[in-house]
């Protein structure tokens, strides 16, 4: 059998090892031990990982790389000081700046073997133009890049009362999922009223919803609940999503744990932001302070489809990041005491398989029929790739390697003797 690629002796996720992957007219055709058949192209991934691309569920492209913007910075660290620096720049950022910051964002992302983003864009401009250049990034990178848009009135669906126009406009140029943002609503009631009309809207165009929901340290927040509930009543399950939700982190456990179920009920997912909400909560506590993080363990137990995101880098909310989603699921061990056995290779699946159920990716995964997509990382399992977040050696798109990172080793000279270390290959011996 010939086929265009054979990727030899590699790890798996669930800790299969010394397997072969073969590659045909874009797709996994085989993946077996000791393969017999040649290909055009064979990679040597002895001793290395091997796992499918990474997947964003919940990111801002139109925001990303602006740190800065005219010498501004967050002070202060909140949330609040960030919107206001955003609503502040946006009006003054022209298209071109717009197009060239998402495309490097894109590009970074490929190299990290993130290909999958899904991005909310502020659809508060008139003009909508952020809109209208993410659009046509979305076509440009499409035969490397999953990108997903989402309708985000930044300022709130009440804030102005051309909003819900502007939201309807952007899904009519071709932005597929319905954002909003209740608990920046004036009043609860308020907030609760933008969820039942988002919902609705959602349910009307057969889309997809996700909502910046509850990104606070108020137990009181609650839009989930009616998220929920709407979710469930309109028959969104499996196609609506919560983001943030870090007022969980302060809730008592009775509510939480009633939340939680109803949530499971519903068949509502849950999109946590570990990086930027480590950032940006709790900043009006002293000490003890909380961290802003919905409890993903406890979710994922009842049954909820869960993911973790970047959410930012490089912008006025988070002044860090590189792409990595390993970043991310290196801090979700640490906040969400994701710490065991399992709960480690958990935190793989929260920015792989669990992340494409969300954005709805098809024929996504390490499966014979499914698009060729991977990434060969200078790392021996899952647990050195979330510790040492290392290379990425080759990521594949339809078969094809998009970018390639040479292995990493350092050049030693002490004691005049010259020698080299893979840093990355340094481990317990036991
Ligand atoms: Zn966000």
């Not at 292995?407 to 340094?426: E, H, M």
Request: charged share 25%; with cysteine.
């Amino acid at each position: 059998m010939a086929l265009d690629l054979i990727i030899r002796h590699a790890t798996l996720p669930d800790g299969r090892k010394d397997i072969d992957i073969g590659v045909k007219d874009g797709r996994f055709v085989v993946i077996e031990k000791a393969l017999a058949a040649s290909a055009a192209q064979e990679i040597d991934a002895t001793d290395h990982l091997v796992t499918p691309p990474f997947v964003d569920a919940h990111f801002h492209l139109d925001a990303t790389l602006a740190l800065g913007f005219e010498g501004r910075f967050n002070e202060s660290g909140t949330l609040a000081e960030g919107i206001a620096i955003w609503a502040d720049m946006r009006g003054r950022i022209s298209p071109e700046n717009f197009h060239r910051r998402a495309m490097s964002y894109c590009d970074l992302a490929v190299s990290q073997g993130l290909l999958a983003i899904r991005s909310h864009v502020d659809v508060t401009d008139p003009d909508l133009t952020a809109v209208e250049v993410l659009i046509d990034v979305k076509k440009k990178v499409a035969p490397y890049l999953d990108l997903q848009l989402v309708a985000f009135p930044q300022m709130g669906y009440f804030s102005s009362a051309l909003m819900p126009e502007q939201i309807t406009r952007a899904l009519d140029m071709g932005v597929e999922v319905v954002g909003g943002i209740p608990h920046l609503e004036p009043t609860a009631e308020l907030g609760h009223e933008s969820v039942r009309r988002l919902t609705r809207l959602a349910a009307d165009r057969g889309l997809m919803i996700d909502l910046h929901c509850d990104e606070n340290d108020d137990p009181a927040s609650r839009n989930v609940e009616t998220l929920a509930y709407e979710t469930k009543r309109l028959g969104l399950q499996g196609r609506s999503a919560g983001s943030h939700l870090t007022s969980m982190h302060s809730m008592d456990n009775f509510y939480a744990n009633r939340l939680i179920q109803m949530m499971a009920a519903s068949g509502l997912q849950a999109i946590s932001n570990p990086l930027a909400n480590m950032f940006l909560q709790g900043r009006f506590d002293t000490y003890p302070k909380r961290r802003g993080l919905m409890r993903i363990p406890e979710l994922m137990a009842a049954g909820c489809t869960v993911a973790t995101a970047h959410d930012s880098m490089l912008d006025p909310w988070y002044p860090l990041g590189k792409a990595d989603m390993l970043d991310v699921a290196f801090m979700t061990v640490h906040a969400a005491h994701l710490s065991s056995h399992q709960g480690m290779r958990d935190c793989l699946r929260l920015i792989t398989e669990l992340p494409a159920t969300i954005l709805g990716l098809e024929d996504y995964g390490l499966e014979v029929g499914n698009h060729a997509d991977l990434v060969l990382l200078q790392a021996s399992d899952v647990f050195e790739a979330i510790r040492l977040r290392p290379a990425r050696l080759a990521v594949v798109r339809r078969g094809k390697v998009i970018s390639s990172t040479s292995r990493v080793t350092s050049a030693l000279k002490l004691d005049g003797r010259p020698s080299s270390i893979d840093t990355f290959a340094i481990r317990a011996s036991g």
